[in-house]
């Protein structure tokens, strides 16, 4: 691969940063919609906040790791949820160059770690063609299947 296959983007050109909303309304023990906070699965919803692929980015709190999902989903107010470009990038593929970076360097509160949108949108990622996204994808998914599919062998030993 040479640099002339990959480009430098601003984070804010690759995807629009999205608030959460308050769960109060929605929030439903029988529902089958996820609803995240930064500490992760929160509750269920009865409709989504969101129903395409998305890079989950903590707001307040928890803001060290970003998390993807590929289901219908809602957030609260302290996580940020994503639309992605997918003119420019796989939503995979940035997810894992996002999972890269630590956002803890980033931190903006005083008390509460805390991220802002105009902060994360100056962040520079490199992209390379839709091809080399691919191929990154199916090797670096592989190994998640791998270590999921290791990770429930283990908690069945366990049990």
């Known amino acids: 691969m040479t640099n002339a296959e990959w480009k430098e983007y601003k984070l804010g ?3 629009t940063i999205k608030y959460g909303k308050n769960q109060k309304a929605v929030e439903d023990p029988n529902g089958s919609i996820p609803i995240y906070g930064t500490g992760g699965l929160m509750g269920f919803a009865s409709h989504p906040l969101y129903d395409k692929p998305s890079i ?7 803001i060290e790791k970003v998390r993807f999902v590929d289901h219908p989903f809602w957030t609260v107010d ?10 420019i ?17 980033y931190n903006e509160g005083t008390t509460i770690p805390s991220l802002r949108t105009e ?4 962040l520079i990622y490199r992209i390379p ?10 090797i670096l998914s592989s190994l998640d299947d791998k270590i999921e599919l290791n990770n429930a062998i283990n908690r069945n030993l366990a049990a």
Request: net charge positive; hydrophobic share 35%; with cysteine.
């Open 119 to 122: 902060t994360l949108n100056r």
């Open 78 to 87: 302290t996580l940020f949820y994503s639309e992605i470009n997918k003119e």
């Open 129 to 138: 063609s839709f091809k080399i996204q691919e191929k990154i994808v199916q």
């Open 13 to 15: 050109e690759l995807l």
């Open 89 to 105: 990038v796989l939503p995979k593929f940035l997810y894992y160059c996002m999972s890269l970076t630590n956002f803890s360097n």
């Open 56 to 62: 989950l980015i903590g707001r307040k709190g928890s």
